[in-house]
């Protein structure tokens, strides 16, 4: 591979619009579930496209952040009319917003153990057929696998010689581990400035066995492999993006030099990090 | 209008490919003056989007610079496989690049004076129609005017009611002055931020009529206007914009509460400034 990046315009950069998912899961909800409302549990992302998708509908969005997000998720969710309550940290959210679902009586929707969110993001797939059918490897982000998941099922069942790699962080490398095991083990979490990519994975999610036979390899990017990715979209492409969303970026650059040349893909997801935030990464 | 623009998706800015011009312009010449190549003074944009384009269709590109250019531009440059000449200043610069045309036998692209540049600039104006038929205002930074000449032509043939402003700095106000004279007038310069929306105009260009009986509204903006509008830019889109790019932001915050509610495009034209640089306005 060179690094065929442009390195001056943005336009083979594509601004994806993030809530695929959310909009799909809503659609799926009886007039009287969308009366009564959804509660997520997020890091930021989900909460975001979610609290959109259900603006836009009319749906009431309850996000359950935990408190050290950054405060422009909190300013962002805010303008898109979400009920916001913050937890200590995103295990306890989740809890939380189970109980709430439970409780209140609202849809709960998972990032990705959900099959409306992983069909959402697997249009990303449907896309990257249509635009660009002769690309060789597919790169994508990896949290809790909703996206690679839809992705991979994608093209896969489309065209099985497209290699899909996943990409997780060295400090919350659930997916890595239960790749190479084969199966759900033990994960040794640490924190990260990837918070979207980071936490505890619900060990029953039905993304483990479609990432396990789907996609081809996984990569553990390190804290510094983040910002090295999150510069080189700022410096080659003047792109913000936030920690969360540049582990593909990263993964690829860390490879840059060990396979031949091929047609690559990398998905990037997300610019929602605070400019202040942004540049103490950077600087 | 309410400041309606998107506090958290990109996907209402279009990442609009700035060389429209220079490929209208060099499809224009014959195979001899293809094969001799093509000469401009540029800032920087008009030189990127030109070579960029030369570089596709394999025309050789003389792009002649002052040398207090932003090093990005130069580093892009570089790797559109210009052949880049530095002078003082664009004036002399552009004085330069006439000479060279003649003695050199290369044709000369305007970035403004250019008939090519104009018409392709003006496609953006179709996307407009296309796309937002039932815009109200279409606000649009001003250098030399080509852009908005094509624009202004496009938009008013087909739709007179909608409203065409033009935004320049106040340091480099040579159509603001034009305009409020109807006529061409001497104008104090100084130097700007914005190199790109600077500098000398020549007084037998073409875009004056096109602005002067097609424009609606010609704003000048501060330079303090345009670190605003970039600061709003990165604050609520994650968005680099280079501050050549941003005058029309900048001046449709300055008016933002004088007028009542419309719906208003915005073009930002231009990222290619360094990091560094972009953090240097900001911060």
């Known amino acids: 591979m060179e690094m065929s990046f442009s390195k001056w315009n943005a336009g083979n950069i594509r601004a994806v619009l993030s809530p695929r998912g959310a909009f799909n899961c809503l659609q799926q909800l009886t007039h009287e579930q969308k009366r009564r409302g959804v509660v ?7 909460g975001i496209g979610l609290s959109y998708a259900a603006n836009i509908l009319g749906v009431p969005a309850h996000i359950f952040l935990p408190e050290n997000c950054d ?31 439970e409780t209140e009586n609202l849809s709960f929707i998972s990032a990705y153990n959900e099959k409306g969110m992983i069909t959402g993001g697997g249009s990303i797939g449907l896309e990257i057929l249509q635009e ?26 489309n065209n099985p010689s497209i290699e899909i790699w996943g990409a997780q962080t060295e400090n919350s490398p659930t997916f890595v581990r239960w790749f190479e095991a084969r199966k759900i083990i033990p994960v040794t979490l640490k924190p990260s400035i990837a918070p979207g990519l980071s936490g505890i994975i619900e060990p029953e999610t039905m993304t483990f066995p479609i990432i396990r036979d789907h996609v081809d390899k996984m990569i553990a990017v390190s804290e510094d492999d983040l910002v090295e990715g999150m510069r080189f979209m700022m410096k080659h492409h003047q792109q913000v993006v936030e920690p969360s969303g540049i582990a593909a970026v990263s993964a690829i650059m ?10 690559i893909a990398v998905i990037v997801t997300g610019r929602n990090v605070s400019y202040t935030e942004f540049s103490s990464l950077v600087n």
Not at 254 to 263: E, L, S, Y
């Open 40 to 46: 997520a549990p997020t890091a930021g992302n989900h």
């Open 71 to 101: 405060p422009m998720t909190i300013e962002v969710l805010k303008s898109l009319k979400a009920n916001i309550s913050l937890f200590p940290d995103i295990e306890t959210a989740r809890i939380e917003a189970l109980k709430s679902a």
């Open 132 to 157: 660009l059918s002769d690309v060789d490897i597919v790169v994508v982000c990896v949290g809790g696998g909703g996206l690679i998941s839809g992705i991979a099922s994608v093209l896969k069942a």
């Open 254 to 263: 860390r490879k840059a030099n060990t396979f031949p040349k091929k047609k």
